[in-house]
């Protein structure tokens, strides 16, 4: 049962949420709160001391900092033993751990001991050949990293052979090279309306202009795709065709046939940025199973393995392809690099990697029935695999407001300007839910997020 704990914040003349943690180190340390009880939940308490919502749950959450509490998913928030707390911190240790970023799009981190043991294993077991391992080696890959390689694409339905494939330093360094093989600086490429922000850039380098087309709910229309190549003669379409980034859309099989066709009948080479494939159980079939012909693959790592690998397979139409491609990556970054490479070849043959996608998906699915429990459904839009949403701010919300204010509660998200290619942006957010956190952080934060869309935008600008 929970406590009825209603504390007096008058007393510590501070914020209403930082004298929430202080009246709650304050009860521990004097016996008032004992370990493991059970407090309020954050809008019991909110009614109980005439707060709102949001104040109360960033309280809770400095208090979460400071080793006061712990929340259980399901169970709700408790005291936690002084002593114990002490005892986990252990010592401080030197590391590159930051603050959770909620607007990074990462997948969700394994936390599963069996499988960090494992990963962890290998990575140790790759120290055995690290002297090969700090040396130059060729563009593209050994024999035996493609072979991997073409195994995890053929798990995809994609069958290639290895001089149509390059190992690439990351899906950015695959896709800069493609640009740079099928167009020239002034030509125009096609791309979602709402895309991938990356491409943006990488076509502003290129010196090319990227045309959005218009969407709806499914990806790109067909019919405006062909109006486009009638009026802009484009050299190349790109897509991130399965749960795109940000609006989570997913081509139906019929649509990229449609679109193939139009790309056929006016010779434009498609460029499939597959980033999500493996972390969907029944994906599509792929354009580069459909028509491998005009197709340039790029499958990374980064968002299901982890985007700290650095690695992606490039896929070309043709070895023809292939060949001044791989020059000009090789000139651009030398290599991708060994260890990375010999680590991920290591995780597709002994299958860790498909562990790792495992938790993945289902982590990801877990953190989205979250989500959907608690967000407005009329705002919120997502693929039951994806650990980003797409967020459709309510009347009276600009995409600015929402995110700068947010940013002050711990509510990462991305306003629609940077993925917005032609025309007004729309007064939407992306709202990531993998990287290091848990799930009670998810459910923290999206209960204020709920919160703050449920209310009104001139009384949330006052506490988020």
């Known amino acids: 049962m929970a406590s009825v704990w ?12 930082l004298a929430i943690a202080e009246a709650l180190a304050d009860d521990i340390r004097t016996g008032r709160l004992s370990p493991g009880m059970r407090l309020p939940t954050q809008r019991a308490l909110a009614e109980a001391i005439g707060l709102n919502f949001t104040t109360v749950s960033r309280g809770y959450v400095e208090a979460h900092k400071r080793g006061l509490i712990e929340g259980r998913v399901g169970q ?6 002084p002593a114990r707390s002490a005892r986990s911190a252990g010592p401080a240790r030197p590391g590159r751990v930051g603050p959770v970023d909620f607007t990074m799009n990462l997948p969700p981190e394994p936390d599963q001991p069996a499988l960090q043991a494992r990963m962890r294993t290998s990575f140790a077991e790759l120290s055995g050949d690290l002297a090969n391992l700090l040396r130059y080696q060729g563009f593209g890959g050994t024999d035996d990293d493609k072979e991997a390689a073409l195994r995890w694409l ?6 290639a052979t290895r001089e149509r494939l390059l190992i690439c330093p990351g899906g950015h360094s695959a896709l800069f ?56 003669a484009p050299k190349a379409l790109y897509l991130n065709p399965l749960l795109q980034n940000p609006t989570t859309a997913t081509l139906s099989r019929s649509r990229r046939e449609a679109i193939i066709a139009v790309a056929r009948r006016y010779a434009v080479t498609i460029i499939e940025d597959d980033a999500y494939a493996r972390i969907c159980p029944t994906p599509p079939p792929s354009f580069a199973e459909l028509a491998p012909e005009i ?16 690695l992606a397979y490039l896929v070309a139409p043709s070895a023809r392809a292939a060949l001044p491609l791989g020059g000009a990556l090789r000139a651009a970054t030398v290599m991708a690099s060994p260890i990375a490479t010999a680590l991920t070849t290591r995780w597709i043959n002994d299958g860790t990697a498909e562990a790792i996608v495992q938790f993945v998906r289902d982590e990801s699915a877990a953190r989205q029935r979250i989500a959907a429990s608690l967000l407005p459904p009329e705002t919120y839009t997502a693929d039951a695999h994806a650990f980003h949403a797409w967020i459709t701010l309510p009347a009276g919300w600009t995409r600015s407001a929402f995110a700068s204010q947010g940013r002050s509660a711990g509510l990462g998200v991305v306003a629609s300007d940077p993925f917005c290619v032609t025309g007004a942006p729309p007064e939407a957010v992306r709202l990531c839910l993998g990287g ?27 506490y988020i």
């Open 154 to 159: 053929r798990g995809r339905g994609i069958v």
């Open 177 to 232: 090279g493609v640009l740079g093989q099928v167009a020239r600086a002034g030509d125009t490429i096609c791309a979602e309306r709402i895309t991938y922000p990356g491409i943006r850039t990488m076509a502003a380098h290129r010196g090319l202009r990227l045309l959005g087309l218009p969407m709806d709910r499914h990806g790109i229309d067909p019919d405006a795709f062909a109006a486009a190549c009638t009026k802009a």
């Open 6 to 17: 209603t504390p007096d914040l008058k007393r510590w003349g501070k914020p209403h949420y």
């Open 76 to 81: 709700g928030t408790f005291v936690v033993d």
């Open 295 to 310: 197709t340039y693959y790029v499958a990374g790592l980064a968002k299901c393995l982890g985007a700290g690998l650095r």
């Open 436 to 462: 290091p956190s848990t799930r009670q952080q998810i459910t923290n934060r999206l209960e204020r997020l709920a919160h703050a869309l449920e209310g009104s935008p001139a009384l949330a600008s006052s």
